[in-house]
């Protein structure tokens, strides 16, 4: 009896719980004490009309449904010397009502008057019709924000409900509720539900993981139902069925919206919408205007989509989506519309159509899984699917398949005359050119004979990036390290050659690739500055974007090896601006990871920091696409300390590297390794490092070595490697030796422009409370005098406390301290 007892009063308790909105509460008070009309909106749920019966409890007013309401009860309210309260709610039910205007008219009326405070309540924003009296009248506007329950609220409200979750559970259940009252109400009424039928002592404990997701599953449902009956079956039957319809996508257009659901009210449609809750999200870019539907409101469309509709019905809006994405090059999100239906039709077709665009946009790594979903006799029909299997192979460093889907299209090549077989040759060309795992042998021969073919109209080739969204060339698309043993000559005799079968994506790289090959040389920087300019230039008018960025890659490291990081930061930073404005979306992430590369020479340890929280997790998988991001990471890792980080990583790496025949990676990856050993303590990094130099030497490539300045510098000094001595060829020998003296003395300049590159004493810096207080106060530009009288402190100890932090952060001066804090996200 006892136990009922408890329980009766739990339930009791859900009945009555309620957290005040301190914010709304306020605005309605103000408005209550200055007689000003209050207008209260947000979605079914937020707490509107609990606010307003809460505040009011203790007072007469009347109360009117603007759904149901007439002209003549409006107008009945006699005017009189005692103020009155006059709620009207629902104003998005106005729509409902035949006189509308008349009730508008009304409403504004009452709105005008001295003896009434009018409160007006709806799931809308202020209307259009309102906006004139609103400005005239001023209102107290309460959003739904206001309503909604924050982090306090929300503790305060479990607190108050006995609830018990575990931090895990109450982390989700506060994405789930999203500050709504209605949710959090919900949850309440089925958690105790669910505890019913648990011992006593259970109460104390939270739900198993098992438990906690029935909770939620029935939480939701009964939301869903809720939204149903109370709100959605009150609209009229166009706006249910458009609303279900355009659910299936994220956000939509008018023309998207008119291409889904075929009809032709769009416009008309979405301007009643509007106005009937606070369901939609519009964003206007431009001359565009993008619609979203409200998340909950998205999943409860669909939910009610499924219930409503024929299979038939609902593959025909899936279908109907995904044209418009692919109509719209959105080839990802087509493939999702189409997968949902399991349309493998349409899906074979975006496929097609992905070959069929430049390669630097093929989205193969993206859309592996489509493809390895496609029925074999489906893909040997077809030579551009037959193309796309074979790069995608290949990128996923399954070589054998690469080759074995290569011999099929060769096979269609011949078994077909006419276009078929000009189509398959051509796919033949490109992979000759572009297969990742090929390396560049016989590249020369390669591109010489498809010169031929392409002046001769023989076969019609797609362009291919060689820089895969790099800031280079030499190490881009594929590795071109052997054509550096021979730049200058190979620039004088296949440089037209190269550019004419690459077509936009040739521009300017022949001045590029020199610029590149001298720099990794170690050659004037003047040229390399020259050359890289004049590449840039040519770019620009009527190339590619991608080989703009490898033109200011190549200025920003003669920044970084002449001491100027910071130029070299305000450079990427401007490029970034202009690939932004370009719409190149897959260059941004290899400028962020480039900036981040001058964050590891200015030791700025904030911007290190954030951009590992978001970079490419190589535990997940291992993209090849990423290989920029993965090798900057082990830097990362290295700086941190996390040495077994960095070794796991730079295996990895080591092996895509051997497999796709990639020379410049395998000697950074060599050297990095070779500083891992030796942090590591394994006597193996001598043999390491001898291997990366010797073959460094090979191509004479000093700076791959050189831009690892002190991180490199120990091993450099430590080293029994010497430089190779030639026989029969003294000149050799002389130029190995020259090289070698450049390596060192070039370190050197780089250990003394950034001596904390890579230094893991980058150590963590604890600042007291006091200490970090005046900091802040000294970047706000105040002097010690007025930080003590800030602080209640004597000036001594103000001056006591920053030498300490001084002495912490290893700097000399409040600039010092003030940028060395920064870098360190203290402040």
């Not at 305000?570 to 590369?597: C, H, M, S, Y």
């Amino acid at each position: 009896m006892a136990e009922n007892s408890m329980w009766e009063e739990m339930m009791q308790g859900e009945k009555i719980c309620y957290v005040k909105p301190r914010r709304a509460i306020r605005r309605l008070k103000a408005a209550d004490e200055e007689n000003i009309t209050a207008y209260i909106y947000g979605v079914s749920g937020c707490g509107k009309t609990e606010l307003v019966m809460r505040y009011l409890k203790n007072r007469k007013y009347t109360l009117f449904n603007a759904g149901l309401v007439t002209v003549e009860e409006l107008r009945e309210i006699k005017v009189s010397k005692q103020r009155k309260t006059v709620v009207i709610n629902s104003l998005h039910d106005m729509a409902m009502q035949n006189d509308t205007e008349e009730i508008r008219e009304a409403i504004i009326e009452l709105v005008e008057r001295e003896d009434v405070w009018l409160i007006l309540s709806g799931r809308c924003a202020v209307p259009p019709w309102l906006t004139a009296v609103r400005y005239r009248e001023v209102f107290y506007v309460i959003g739904e924000q206001e309503l909604l329950f924050d982090e306090d609220q929300a503790d305060q409200y479990i607190a108050m409900t006995g609830m018990i979750f575990s931090e895990e559970q109450l982390a989700k259940e506060k994405a789930y509720c999203v500050g709504m009252p209605i949710g959090w109400s919900i949850t309440n009424s089925v958690y105790w539900q669910m505890r019913m039928g648990q011992d006593e002592k259970d109460v104390t404990k939270p739900f198993s993981d098992e438990e906690y997701r029935t909770m939620v599953g029935e939480a939701l449902s009964q939301m869903w139902d809720y939204l149903e009956y109370h709100v959605y079956d009150r609209w009229e039957i166009s706006i249910q069925e458009f609303l279900m319809e355009v659910a299936i996508v994220e956000d939509f257009t008018v023309y998207m919206a008119e291409m889904i659901t075929g009809r032709n009210d769009v416009e008309s449609l979405l301007g009643r919408i509007q106005w009937i809750g606070n369901f939609m999200d519009i964003v206007r870019n431009g001359s565009e205007t993008v619609y979203k539907l409200r998340n909950q409101m998205r999943i409860s469309m669909i939910r009610r989509l499924r219930r409503k509709y024929t299979k038939e019905q609902i593959r025909k809006l899936y279908e109907n989506a995904g044209l418009y994405y692919q109509i719209s090059k959105q080839p990802l999100k087509a493939l999702s519309m189409y997968q949902q239906v399991n349309d493998t039709e349409r899906i074979a077709s975006v496929l097609i159509d992905n070959v069929r665009i430049a390669p630097n946009n093929a989205y193969y790594y993206e859309l592996k899984q489509y493809y390895l979903k496609l029925p074999e006799e489906k893909i040997c029909k077809s030579p551009e699917l037959m193309c796309g299997m074979s790069m995608l192979q290949s990128l996923l460093l399954n070589t054998e398949e690469s080759e074995r889907w290569y011999r099929e299209l060769q096979k269609y090549a011949k078994e077909h005359t006419g276009s078929e077989r000009r189509s398959a040759k051509g796919k033949i060309l490109y992979l000759d050119i572009g297969l990742p795992h090929r390396g560049s042998d016989h590249m020369v021969e390669i591109l010489k004979n498809a010169y031929l073919l392409l002046l001769d109209k023989e076969v019609k080739i797609q362009e291919f990036s060689v820089t895969s969204n790099q800031a280079s060339q030499m190490n881009g698309g594929k590795d071109f390290c052997e054509w550096s043993k021979r730049d200058r000559e190979l620039a004088g005799s296949i440089g037209k050659i190269v550019e004419f079968v690459l077509g936009k994506y040739g521009k300017g790289l022949v001045n590029l690739a020199l610029a590149e090959s001298f720099f990794e040389k170690g050659g004037d920087n003047y040229e390399v500055a020259m050359l890289a300019n004049k590449g840039r230039i040519q770019a620009e008018a009527g190339g590619k974007i991608e080989q703009c960025f490898v033109g200011d890659g190549m200025l920003a490291w003669l920044h970084i090896i002449t001491g100027k990081v910071k130029e070299a930061e305000e450079l990427l930073t401007r490029f970034k601006g202009k690939a932004q404005q370009e719409n190149a979306e897959r260059i941004l992430p290899n400028i962020d990871t480039f900036l981040v590369r001058c964050a590891l020479y200015d030791a700025d340890k904030a911007a290190i920091a954030k951009w590992l929280a978001q970079a490419p997790d190589e535990e997940l998988i291992f993209s090849i696409y990423d290989r920029f991001h993965y090798i900057t990471k082990v830097r990362v890792y290295l700086q941190n300390g996390r040495n077994e980080q960095a070794y796991h990583l730079l295996l990895k790496c080591a092996y895509y590297a051997k497999v796709m025949q990639r020379t410049y990676i395998d000697i950074e990856v060599k050297l990095l390794l070779a500083i891992t050993q030796y942090r590591m303590g394994e006597k193996k990094w001598d043999e390491t490092l001898g291997e990366a130099l010797t073959k460094a030497e090979e191509y004479h490539f000093v700076r791959i070595i050189t831009r690892e300045g002190a991180a490199i510098r120990p091993l450099l000094l430590a080293t029994s490697w010497k430089p190779s001595e030639v026989e029969k060829n003294p000149a050799q020998t002389r130029k190995n030796k020259q090289f070698w003296a450049k390596v060192q003395d070039e370190t050197e300049k780089m250990a003394r422009f950034y001596p904390a590159y890579l230094k893991v004493g980058v150590e963590e810096v604890t600042l007291s409370d006091t200490m970090l207080r005046i900091l802040k106060l000294q970047a706000d530009g105040m002097s010690k005098e007025k930080i003590a009288a800030e602080l209640n402190m004597t000036t001594a100890n103000v001056k006591y406390h920053t030498q300490q932090i001084y002495k912490r952060l290893g700097v000399s001066n409040k600039a010092g301290a003030v940028m060395e804090a920064g870098k360190r996200g203290l402040i």
